[in-house]
């Protein structure tokens, strides 16, 4: 079965603070990866994804993630975090060529501190 | 371009009573997919639909939900009777089914059941 497992449940942080969050599949075939974000009281909206080509993969915000095939990671990083940044972030996956399934983590709430 | 619509943005309604939620997909999207969201469970997957056709309702609760797509562009998930723990956040997501496809949300439909 697959599984989308985000380790990091919420997250505070401070303004100007890094941030990296954490995410791993279980699917060991092709896969297509995304980070969504959900900001308070607001749909889910596309950060980034990546499909294929460079594994550093550059989204909205200044957001960037990183495909790690051999670690099934796909791990979302943002040098400098805003108090705007406070949000719902969710990673999902949805495995290529049967492209219509898509698995979301848990999710992983981000408090930025101003 | 008009993105996915849903209705009604907000509904409350008493325990027993039957709850209609709609969904307008994007314009030329041929996936559809019902989402719940809420504290304790975060977002899971009710049903999806590939070319109006159901193809994978296992996270439909019970027997009290059903969903229908009769055309491509109009969708409708029903709860019959509905009961307090159906108090969620639901989302309609629409996409287009290519290996590259992320999916559209929705601004969600709050459902509160007394």
């Known amino acids: 079965a697959q599984s989308v497992s985000q380790h990091n449940h919420h997250v505070i942080l401070s303004e100007a603070a890094s941030l990296e969050l954490g995410c791993n599949y279980s699917y060991g075939g092709t896969v297509n990866l995304f980070w969504y974000v959900q900001y308070p009281g607001q749909h889910l909206q596309l950060l980034l994804k990546y499909f294929s080509g460079d594994p550093l993969v550059k989204g909205i915000k200044g957001f960037e993630a990183e495909f790690i095939k051999s670690k099934f990671s796909f791990n979302l990083r943002k040098p400098s975090v805003q108090w705007s940044d406070t949000a719902e972030y969710f990673c999902a996956v949805s495995r290529a060529n049967t492209g219509n399934q898509f698995y979301f983590g848990t999710g992983t709430s981000l408090t930025v501190i101003p | 371009d008009a993105g996915v619509i849903q209705s009604p943005r907000h509904e409350v309604t008493e325990m027993g009573q039957e709850v209609t939620l709609r969904c307008k997909p994007i314009?030329?999207?041929?996936?559809l997919f019902w989402y719940r969201q809420t504290m304790m469970r975060g977002l899971e997957l009710l049903i999806y639909?590939?070319?109006?056709?159901?193809?994978?309702d296992s996270g439909m609760p019970e027997d009290r939900f059903s969903a229908k797509m009769p055309n491509a562009s109009f969708s409708t998930l029903k709860i019959q009777p509905s009961e307090p723990r159906d108090s969620a956040v639901y989302f309609c997501?629409?996409?287009?089914?290519?290996?590259?496809?992320?999916?559209?949300f929705g601004e969600g439909s709050r459902l509160t059941v007394l």
């Open positions: 314009s030329g999207h041929n996936s």
């Open positions: 997501a629409s996409r287009w089914t290519t290996n590259t496809g992320e999916l559209f």
């Open positions: 639909f590939n070319n109006n056709v159901p193809i994978d």
